[in-house]
């Protein structure tokens, strides 16, 4: 699916193979999704009087806005079928800020679109994360006037 | 084989709760085994990744209620693996609470004074470290700074981690692989197995029964060690001595499974659970601002962008806990960490719907470096209650390890609203003067409010209609059951619970001793910290008396 932003999202960054994944517990229901999807679009475009490219399927055929307005009402409270669609759409944000479908130093280092544009910083040789520098190492505050003794408040 | 398994203290669940019992039976002597649901996993196996598999959802739990979800650990060593290790004390006011009953919701026999010497015997076993300014992180001097330029203070928060092992990686969550935070699996635990406790991983309580003796009989279910949705096989053993420990989230659901066999429940069981009151915001900074206005430069050409450097919490501001301020608008606002997927999904944007996907979130993920979360503890009303409990645990395990749907409900209460609104203005102002930052809350209408600290859901109090156990953490009705977890606090704390937890638990340790006696456990009251310390033990010491005496 085309989405609208010049870099990808989270379908480059790999949506499809974390839902494919069965240890999400969401991919025996994907083909159920997909056929919901779409059957809320067609109601969407027929509400507003849309027409839709009829050679793609209907989700797809509609505009980003009009996609983006379909899922917010999905996910909205109050919505009957909320608890599904926000599951979805946890694993589609997870595929992109997380990308929990694969080692995290490896998707980095193969550029992953979501970690990349985040800018998280690359692990050491080892595979593991240190920052020697981490501190401004001076006070920037005055501490609470009644703190005790063993720095909890009083 | 027909012959039925037994030992004298059976404990469920291996955090904070348990393991301090635990240790404190077995080294008096007391056979002692801990049923854990979670895997048992060692420093190597602590990973730095994200990867669903991995240690990270190995350890981590997430519970999706209505209205409330619930994060904690699923290990041995319990929430103290995956924590942030903040361990501030509880401020004074917090026990003089009267929150949704309209009369002090502690036991008259609990106040901050009666509970140091407690709170000290916990900072005697875990090491706390009071940490100095050299060891704050990048995020917490900005917190500060930002305080500071608003009038405000600022403190540097107590917490269980080596600093001098402690590399700032941020990877908390997933356990920490380099031995610097101070989890249960370096004091309490190792020294409960040492004087002959066991642990048995993979083992989820399920419910409790009676036995004709007047012990009970635990029945568990052995889990998958990689598909926690799996379960391999079951069995029961029996016990003179029950300690429900299984986490506020857990322990509740146990108990009302258990009502068919074990008879009618206090009513405070799986209700008045409180999340701590906690709501997070995030600031994204103006990196340019944050120079000119703090005047804070990393030495490096940058001025921040060190959202993913540190060690969780550092500094806290404790302005608003004043005991003289009133109930509901008194509440810490500390600087925290949350690792990408779980910090960023509910992050909004400050533009117009959609808020927290879409073109816009896209954007503020792209400057995620210059992010700062801010966690809000206020005073909750104890609003939430557990509905009847799923077929096995306390969720239904949605994916292989990780997530799973429980039946909390959770309504915010006018009280509730108020307090977090407040409490969003004031990092708002904080933070958005002079242009340092935007600052939103995250959003409560994806998987309703969260907690990292639950609470309450069991527990102890004077009042029996408001409260399910007795001061000595003993369940109401049913002699031999004790709970000693987050859900034996009585309401939210405006600070980090794990200490409380902690110095409750020690504080229950002599009412358990002098019950399991009395069932013809040959067991004593006395032992001092895990390292040999007896500092705690001798301050504490006139309390215990009391209390092994009653
Ligand atoms: C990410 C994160 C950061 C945190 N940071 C801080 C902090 O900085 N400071 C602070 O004070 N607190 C912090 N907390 C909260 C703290 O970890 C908890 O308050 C504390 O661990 C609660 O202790 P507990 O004894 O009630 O239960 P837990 O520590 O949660 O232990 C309960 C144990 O019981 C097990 N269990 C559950 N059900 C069953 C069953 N049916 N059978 C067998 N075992 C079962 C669980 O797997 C778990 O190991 C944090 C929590 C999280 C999740």
């Known amino acids: 699916m085309a989405g609208v932003s010049p870099d990808g999202g989270a379908v480059a960054a790999g949506a499809i193979e974390l839902l494919e994944w069965d240890a999400t517990g969401v991919t025996d229901g994907l083909d159920g999704y997909a056929g919901g999807l779409n059957r809320h679009a067609l109601a969407h475009a027929a509400e507003r009087g849309l027409a839709l490219d009829e050679s793609v399927p209907p989700f797809v055929a509609l505009s980003f806005e009009d996609r983006t307005a379909l899922v917010r009402w999905l996910t909205a409270p109050g919505h009957p079928e909320k608890a599904l669609w926000v599951s979805l759409a946890l694993f589609c944000n997870m595929a992109y800020d997380s990308a929990a479908h694969t080692h995290t130093a490896e998707a980095l280092a193969a550029g992953h679109p979501g970690l990349t544009a985040m800018g998280i910083a690359m692990p050491d040789a080892d595979g593991l994360w240190r920052f020697p520098a981490y501190s401004y190492g001076r006070p920037l505050a005055d501490l609470h006037p009644d703190t005790t003794p063993t720095g909890s408040p009083a | 084989m027909n012959s039925v398994e037994s030992t004298d203290v059976l404990v469920v669940g291996s955090g904070f709760g348990g393991a301090i019992v635990a240790y404190h039976l077995a080294a008096g002597g007391a056979r002692v085994v801990m049923l854990e649901r979670g895997p048992w996993l060692e420093t190597g196996e602590f990973e730095h990744d994200f990867k669903l598999g991995s240690s990270y959802t190995r350890i981590f739990d997430f519970v999706v209620g209505d209205g409330m979800s619930v994060l904690g650990g699923n290990c041995v060593g319990g929430g103290s693996v995956v924590y942030f290790a903040a361990m501030p004390r509880a401020p004074r006011f917090v026990f003089e609470r009267r929150g949704s009953i309209a009369r002090r919701m502690w036991p008259a026999a609990i106040s901050r004074d009666t509970l140091d010497p407690w709170y000290d015997r916990v900072a005697e076993s875990i090491p706390i470290t009071q940490q100095g300014w050299q060891d704050v992180s990048y995020s917490g001097g900005l917190w500060a700074a930002a305080c500071k330029h608003a009038g405000r203070t600022a403190n540097p928060v107590p917490a269980a981690v080596d600093t001098a092992k402690c590399v700032n990686c941020n990877w908390m969550m997933a356990g920490c692989r380099f031995e610097a935070k101070q989890s249960l699996l370096f004091n309490y635990l190792p020294a409960a197995l040492a004087h002959g406790a066991e642990i048995r991983p993979l083992h989820e309580v399920q419910n409790i029964e009676r036995t004709g003796d007047g012990g009970y009989r635990v029945h568990y279910q052995l889990v998958d060690g990689e598909d926690y949705r799996v379960t391999t096989g079951s069995g029961t053993i029996d016990a003179k001595i029950v300690v429900l420990a299984a986490g506020a989230a857990a322990t509740p659901v146990i108990l ?28 994204v900074l103006n990196e340019d601002r944050v120079r000119e206005v703090l005047g804070l430069d990393r030495g490096d050409g940058l001025a921040y962008a060190a959202n993913q450097i540190g060690k969780g919490p550092t500094v806290a501001n404790w302005d608003r806990l004043d005991g003289s301020l009133p109930e509901y608008s008194r509440y810490s606002l500390e600087q925290l960490y949350f690792p990408p997927g779980l910090g960023t999904i509910l992050a909004m944007t400050a533009g117009s719907d959609p808020m927290w996907f879409g073109l816009d979130k896209k954007e503020m993920l792209r400057r995620w470096r210059s992010w700062l979360i801010i966690f809000q503890m206020i005073e909750d009303d104890n609003e939430g209650v557990f509905g009847p409990p799923p077929a096995r645990g306390n969720a239904d395990r949605l994916s292989q390890q990780m997530l799973g749907i429980g039946r909390l409900s959770y309504k915010p209460t006018a009280n509730t609203q108020a307090a977090w609104a407040m409490a969003d203005a004031e990092v708002k102002d904080i933070l958005e003067r002079d242009g340092l930052a935007t600052v ?20 102890i109090g004077d009042d029996p209609h408001t409260s399910a156990l007795d001061d000595r953490h003993e369940l109401r009705g049913h002699p031999g059951i004790f709970v000693t977890d987050g859900s034996a606090v009585p309401g939210a704390l405006t600070v980090n619970p794990a200490m409380t937890i902690s110095a409750l638990a020690e504080r229950a340790v002599p009412g358990i001793v002098r019950a399991a006696r009395e069932r013809g456990v040959e067991v004593v009251y006395g032992a001092p910290a895990p390292d040999g310390s007896t500092g705690g033990r001798r301050g504490a010491a006139r309390l215990a008396e009391a209390l092994l005496s009653r």
């Open chain 2, 256 to 283: 009302q499974r258990s009502e068919a066999t074990l008879g009618p429940m206090p009513y405070a069981v799986g209700r008045y659970f409180s999340g701590n009151g906690e709501r997070l915001n995030t600031a």
């Open chain 2, 440 to 459: 939103t809350p995250w959003t409560n209408d994806l998987v309703g409010a969260y907690t990292v600290h639950p609470l309450a859901s069991c527990r």
